[in-house]
């Protein structure tokens, strides 16, 4: 990629998509020459406009829906769908049609991600598309975008980054490069968001960082964007005279944003109409919700707003005159999001479970307390002693009940409110006080909207070994399973060993073997691999094997089902090996095996490519011999 003209940045999110680039050849150390795509899209039938953003919406018109032309693009005379502002105002009125939060669905194991199940709860003949060909229908839009700018420099031939959430697992970082290949692009770099909003803020000061932060610092990210909460704690330290910054932790995966505080809204408008003797039926109900986001986004942006009038489409033939008129309130916004999304609580408080019924309909897996608050709390306390083995950083007092941030960064479309950004700041400086700790201060100056596109950019840009890079690899520690062998007893399955694989910070595209450690594995047969990811254990080195942990401490991901080939061996036979590990550029964990013997050697992989080829099989596995 030494021939690229342009280090181009894609945000590909939950709510909207944005494209950043910076120039080479224009640049000069941290003064990055950088700039934003303004990305043509329809705005309305037969209408093409630019804008800085493309919202991640794809609406699937009736055939008979609209004229010729209608859906024309620069660079497309016939598609048979709809990408960005058009498809997300189209697609209020008709819900059905409306393919919204592709990428919370990308991310979710318990679904095949390349069957045709989008729209979630579109009647029979609708046409459907998988959350994978939503992603790459919104990275094709920008490919083609970017192509019809630069005709001198074609996309596949610059260095593209593409960011993801930091708690994205290994799976669903596998299936963003997969849909980034599927659109026509080189081979990208992932990067995951809090980080790329952190560089942003550094390119966007001028070299000015320094002055804002200090030795010692630890920064923490808020990112509460569409889909999802991402919570991550980057340190500042000083080595041979220069700041250094090191990604320490990355909060669980939260899937919790604007869509829930959309939906929210709209429970609180019905409820409303409901006392007022309208009842609206499951249909109104989410188109409700899509005109609830642009009231939300109207009253958030403008302070001075007391209410805005939404409407809901009527079910009759009168589609204007039938339609439902109402409004959200400012008190009604704060009560539901404020008082709902991020309550004052104690940094002791946990995010509640409740018990859940036996039967759910099939959906996104939100996570079951709302208050983003309380999820905060958790991972600060959690992350108490995160920074104690750092140089340059005190270990936390012994009193002490959580970690300490001393800044905040915050991103994502929700914090661009002052009202929130400033309940957030309040809670957090109101533990620290608690916990007898200076507040911390804010890293202004963000562009909340844009901040991820233009870090992504810029972080390709330092990887060509200019600018500041922040350290971090891996956001957790990652574990097999080994099982022990044991005598069969009645009733009982033998012991489970965890076994680490790459410990928490090993840097992409870095290998590890494991040190003369031997171990079994059977070939020739359907078997599992149980893998596990932890958060907290920072000690644990390759090849450390764990008998027991606490069930904070390690958490399941998806297991791995496999038939490893005999190689001439039975089925069934158990083979002598040590393993190699390695991760990956996009964050992939691949485990190898090498027989003692030093024949056919086996690779698995975190690659969502199961063994059940063409019959719908989502598993994330891929087994192979060497």
Sequence with gaps: MSAARY??????GTTHCALSYVDFESSDGEA????????????????VE????????????????????????????AQDHAVGEFARSRGAATPIRLVASAKSWLCHPGVDRRAAILPAEAPAEVARISPLTA???????????????????????????????????????????????????????????????????????????????????????????????????????????????HRVAVGEHILLGGDNMDLALAYAVTRKLAAQGTRLDPWQTRALAH????????????????????????????????????????????????????????????????????????????????????????????????TADLEGFAAPPDDSQFLHPTAVLFNGGVLKSALISTRVLGILNAWLESDGAAPARLLGGADLDLAVARGAAYYGYVRHGRGVRIRGGTARAYY?????AMPAIPGMEPPLEALCLAPFGMEEGSEAALPEQEFGLVVGEPVRFRFFGSSVRRQDEVGTLLEFWADDELQELEEIEATLPAEGRRPGDIVRVKLHARVTETGTLELEALPVDGSARWKVQFDVRGAGSGEGNDAPAGAAAD
């Excluded at 280090?7 to 590909?12: E, Y």
């Excluded at 990055?32 to 309305?44: E, S």
């Excluded at 953003?53 to 829906?65: K, M, T």
């Design 7 to 12: 280090a181009i940045g894609i945000d590909l």
């Design 32 to 47: 990055a020459a950088q700039q934003v795509l303004q990305i043509p899209q329809l705005t309305g039938p037969g209408s």
């Design 50 to 77: 630019d804008r800085p953003l493309l919202p991640s919406f794809i609406y699937l018109p009736h055939a008979d829906e609209l004229a010729p032309g209608d859906l024309s693009l620069p660079w497309s005379a």
């Design 135 to 245: 992603s790459v229908r919104y990275l094709s839009h920008l490919r083609a975008a970017w192509d019809a700018a630069h005709p001198d420099a074609p996309f596949d031939a610059q260095d593209v980054t593409v960011t993801i959430p930091a708690s994205f697992d290994p799976a669903a970082r596998e299936l963003t490069a997969e849909a980034a290949q599927a659109a026509g692009y080189p081979p990208i770099t992932l990067l995951e968001e809090p980080q790329a909003a952190l560089y942003s803020w550094i390119q966007r000061s001028a070299g000015q960082w320094r002055k804002e932060v200090k030795p010692g610092d630890l920064i923490l990210v808020v990112d509460v964007g569409g889909g999802t909460t991402d919570l991550s704690l980057i340190a500042v330290l000083e080595r041979d005279g220069n700041l250094e910054l």
């Design 291 to 386: 005109a609830c986001r642009a009231a939300k986004e109207a009253l958030l942006g403008d302070p001075e707003l007391d209410a805005v009038p939404v409407v809901v489409p009527s079910r009759g033939s009168k589609l204007i005159g039938g339609s439902i008129r109402t409004e959200v309130s400012r008190d009604e916004l704060s009560a539901t999001l404020v008082e709902g999304f991020f309550p004052q609580v104690a940094v002791t408080e946990q995010p509640l479970s409740r018990a859940r019924a036996a039967l759910t309909q099939l959906g996104l897996p939100y996570a079951q307390d709302a208050a983003i608050t309380r999820h905060l709390a958790a991972f600060l306390t959690r992350q108490r002693d995160a």
């Design 480 to 484: 097999v399973g080994v099982e022990s």
